[in-house]
């Protein structure tokens, strides 16, 4: 599953690379909804004390991640690009 993730940081999220807020969006966003429903739907996990908190620390957690890790996508490709042409 985080094999796939990090495979659509350069195909189906690589607007992310080139705007921050969105990556930050995404990550307070859709991080919790994502936990959320595999909480609720899939009883893939259980949340210790209340489950908004709980979402609140995984929401500011992806807020900070998305754009790091988009930002480390692009960096790699961008290498990777150089390396190519060398």
């Known amino acids: 599953?985080?094999?796939?993730?990090?495979?659509?940081?350069?195909h189906s999220l690589a607007f992310?690379?080139?705007n921050l807020l969105?990556?930050?969006?995404?990550?307070?966003?859709g991080g919790p909804i994502a936990y959320a429903v595999a909480a609720s739907r899939f009883g893939a996990l259980a949340f210790e004390g209340?489950?908004?908190?709980?979402?609140?620390l995984v929401g500011i957690a992806w807020g900070v991640v998305t754009p790091l890790l988009s930002r480390l996508a692009a960096y790699l490709?961008?290498?990777e690009t150089v390396?190519?042409?060398?």
Request: proline share 0%; aromatic share 8%; no cysteine.
């Open 1 to 10: 599953m985080w094999m796939a993730f990090a495979l659509t940081l350069n």
């Open 16 to 18: 992310l690379q080139r």
């Open 22 to 29: 969105a990556a930050i969006a995404l990550g307070l966003i």
């Open 50 to 56: 209340t489950a908004l908190f709980a979402l609140a």
């Open 77 to 79: 490709v961008a290498r």
């Open 83 to 86: 390396a190519a042409h060398a």
